[in-house]
């Protein structure tokens, strides 16, 4: 059974692009979890996902930031216009449902320059 | 809102020596992970406790769990300087709105000192 995947696994972006990250959870699993981890720091919270549901998005910076898990396909974190503070880990996790163990992805490292 | 709190947030240690990683909780937890991670590297898992008084080891780390008192510990046996990392641990528990979240602690750096 592959894990949680992620891509990319490193993407750089200048400042005022648009960053799109990826996340196939594992193979049955329809809740999708994002953290964003800043250098040093632990991982936060962001946004929780049921297949075409946002749950929880109460982590989720107001603006420019958006996650979706469409019926097909993997879960997208998007982040428009890009800035330096964006640079961060941000790591993806999956649960078959409610109440059952929460797997991690490899993470995604976005660096703006 | 479930609060984790890890103490200490760093820890220099020699080799040779024991320690103690503690992680504390507010709320009743479902589960209890623990997660190594190297600079720059993604999350190892290490352990996950499910149950009051669960203990788990492997090598030189061992984790318990005590719920009623909402406490892990990471007890690090005789260090060697290939444990040197950031160890965190994190909670998952039900909330309010019927679904599960996982809340980390802010992590301990964890430096061995040949």
């Known amino acids: 059974n592959a894990g949680v995947m992620q891509n990319p696994r490193h993407l750089v972006r200048r400042r005022g692009q648009e960053a799109r990250l990826r996340c196939s959870p594992m193979?049955?699993?329809?809740?999708v979890y994002w953290y964003r981890q800043l250098p040093e720091e632990g991982l936060k919270f962001m946004v929780y996902l049921q297949k075409e549901n946002i749950i929880d998005e109460s982590g989720m910076p107001k603006e420019r930031f958006s996650a979706e898990f469409p019926k097909e396909g993997p879960s997208i974190l998007r982040i428009q216009q890009v800035v330096r503070g964006d640079s961060a880990a941000y790591f993806c996790a999956s649960s078959i449902s409610a109440g059952n163990t929460i797997y991690f992805g490899e993470g995604s490292w976005l660096t703006v320059v | 809102e479930l609060k984790v709190e890890q103490n200490p947030l760093f820890l220099s240690m020699q080799e040779g020596k024991n320690y103690t990683i503690y992680c504390n909780y507010s709320t009743t937890s479902d589960r209890l992970y623990w997660y190594r991670q190297d600079p720059g590297k993604s999350l190892e898992s290490l352990f996950v406790l499910l149950s009051n008084g669960a203990v788990k080891q492997e090598g030189r780390l061992m984790a318990s769990l005590d719920t009623k008192a909402r406490l892990s510990t990471l007890h690090i046996t005789a260090a060697v300087h290939d444990l040197s990392a950031t160890y965190f641990c994190?909670?998952?528990?039900?909330?309010?709105?019927?679904?599960?979240?996982?809340?980390f602690g802010t992590g301990t750096k964890l430096q061995v000192i040949p």
């Open positions: 994190a909670v998952e528990a039900g909330n309010s709105g019927g679904y599960q979240k996982v809340t």
């Open positions: 193979k049955g699993h329809s809740h």
